[in-house]
């Protein structure tokens, strides 16, 4: 039975389209239905469907700029394409995508589903067919990426035959032909990932990126991408002499860069080590390529140099005279005062300090975990586990900093802020509260909102209108006072502090938005509540 997914920003549509499928006898299962790109991206990877039925229009990724994400992850996906318009060009670029139909929404009956229905179904058995020639292709490919880093490791291996490693590739569908070996790794920078998704998205966004790249490489034979653990992409460059050129690497790696910001919305950065070697002696490059990967931690622009080279090994500092205990101290301050600007006015001296002195980046990244586990045993509050595995994956003084002050505010807002009570809202509003509690600290527009759903910001401002009843300025106000409310509750408590820790810079600004959704100005709010606690006593 094939699974089926639709998508389409049309909610009434969507429902629509899965009455129609029902009503059809046929053998098919509805596994997903999304109404934005960014769920429609999360929900094609947990599917997989065979078939999806794809709306063009459609807000932050179009159809066509989602199916071609789609046939990176699976290239034998069938695919019909729903709009509203009878245009040319969309037609040309259905054609183009190898589209099984091109169908008008005004026109779409049942009978016509059925038929692009059964179009696609006898062209995705037909491939079932040929494939089943190839079973043990199959196995290969649903298993690509463990064993193909159990050829890394087998190439890594001291002692291994190079005879037996060159049958192992043939066999994973690599034939390296030529005697000499280059390497190199494109790195996904953490913190870029984490401002746009969450820690528990990583895998899946390096796992898309991968596959970017796998897709990038049919195009290029001679290199091989593997997915691993520890070093991000690595690249492996099957090449005929020690001089050749290094231009198809660095143009490879620019090439992936490109499609990721592009398709994922987050930044990475290629290195490649300039030795060429043959097979037996793989391993000690790879052992010299991964001790430099920290050797641009201080460039001083991390964005410049998108594609470098790694080596000689960089000089840093392995010391410093001075301790960090005015650091550890600011940020106990942010606990104790409830003002999250104390976290910035330790972290960014300190970042300047470090980076003047070029200090190990090493030891860098202990003290950034320190300053972490301090902050979570002072809070009593819980750190993510995966930030501390990016920390010591990051390349860069940027990326480590962007992660380290990131997981500090959150620790400080887990300790400080009372969000407002969830319970009984509609999970939508839930994911956008949640959003909002991990940018308190910024003024957040519709637009700022928009762009994170992925959605059009005037199509965005409608419907949250419905969905909430008031509009998104309205509704980010009221929360923001909510947490203020809570926050003025406590003893010796400042209205400047809580209006900076609320994204506001200008106090009179705050005062007024604090009156219009109280009833009281800050200070009327402070006095009373110091008043009822005089007279309790």
């Not at 650091?327 to 470090?354: T, V, Y």
């Not at 320190?370 to 509050?381: A, P, T």
């Not at 009281?520 to 709010?525: A, G, V």
Request: glycine share 4%; net charge negative.
């Amino acid at each position: 039975m094939m699974k089926v997914m639709l998508i389409d920003d049309d909610v009434p549509m969507l429902e629509y389209e899965a009455h129609l499928l029902g009503a059809l006898d046929l053998e098919l299962r509805l596994v997903a239905s999304a109404s934005g790109s960014a769920q429609a991206l999360e929900d094609f990877h947990a599917t997989l469907p065979d078939l999806v039925i794809i709306d063009i229009g459609l807000p932050g990724m179009d159809g066509f700029e989602l199916a071609e994400a789609f046939r990176i992850t699976k290239p034998e996906v069938r695919l019909i394409f729903l709009t509203c318009y009878e245009d040319f060009q969309y037609s040309k670029r259905a054609f183009q995508l190898e589209a099984d139909d091109y169908l008008i929404k005004d026109e779409l009956s049942l009978e016509q589903l059925k038929g692009s229905l059964l179009k696609a179904m006898s062209r995705f058995r037909s491939r079932e067919e040929l494939l089943e020639h190839f079973s043990f292709r199959q196995t290969v490919e649903r298993n690509k990426e463990v064993l193909l880093q159990s050829l890394l490791k087998q190439m890594l291996s001291p002692g291994t035959d190079a005879a037996d490693t060159l049958s192992l590739s043939e066999r994973l569908g690599i034939s390296w032909k030529l005697p000499y070996f280059r390497q190199g790794f494109i790195h996904i920078d953490a913190a870029s990932l984490i401002e746009r998704y969450s820690y528990e998205d990583v895998r899946l966004i390096h796992f898309a990126a991968n596959n970017i790249a796998m897709e990038l490489s049919a195009e290029h034979k001679a290199i091989t991408p593997i997915l691993t653990p520890e070093s991000g992409i690595y690249l492996i460059w099957n090449v005929s002499e020690p001089d050749a050129s290094y231009q198809p690497l660095i143009e490879f790696m620019e090439s992936v860069r490109a499609k990721v910001d592009h398709y994922l919305k987050v930044k990475a950065k290629g290195f490649y080590s300039e030795e060429t070697v043959l097979l037996q002696h793989f391993d000690t490059v790879y052992k010299k390529l991964n001790e430099c990967r920290d050797d641009r931690f201080y460039e001083s622009n991390p964005d410049d140099g998108a594609v470098a080279a790694v080596g000689p090994r960089a000089a840093f500092r392995p010391m410093t005279e001075r301790g960090w205990e005015k650091e550890r101290h600011m940020l106990s301050l942010a606990l104790e005062e409830g003002n999250a600007a104390w976290i910035d006015m330790a972290m960014n001296p300190w970042i300047q300090h470090i980076a003047a002195e070029r200090l190990l980046p090493r030891l860098v990244k202990d003290i950034c975990n320190d300053l972490v586990r301090q902050m979570v045993f002072e809070s009593n509050g819980v750190a993510e586990s995966r930030f501390f595995v990016l920390l010591e994956q990051a390349v860069h003084v940027d990326e480590a900093a962007r992660l380290t002050k990131r997981e500090l505010r959150n620790l400080w807002r887990q300790h400080t802020l009372t969000p407002v009570p969830a319970q009984g809202k509609d999970v939508r509003l839930q994911a956008i509260d949640r959003y909002l509690e991990e940018h308190v600290d910024r003024m957040i527009t519709s637009v700022d909102m928009a762009d994170h759903l992925h959605l059009n910001a005037s199509y965005f401002s409608r419907y949250f209108k419905k969905l909430a009843g008031v509009n998104f300025t309205d509704y980010v106000n009221q929360f923001k006072m909510n947490m203020a409310i809570a926050m003025l509750c406590r003893q010796n408590e400042t209205v400047e502090n809580v209006a900076y820790a609320l994204g506001f810079s200008d106090r009179a600004y705050f005062s007024k938005v604090f009156k219009k959704y109280s009833g009281k100005s800050p200070s009327e709010y402070k006095n009373q509540m110091n008043a009822c606690g005089e007279t309790a006593e």
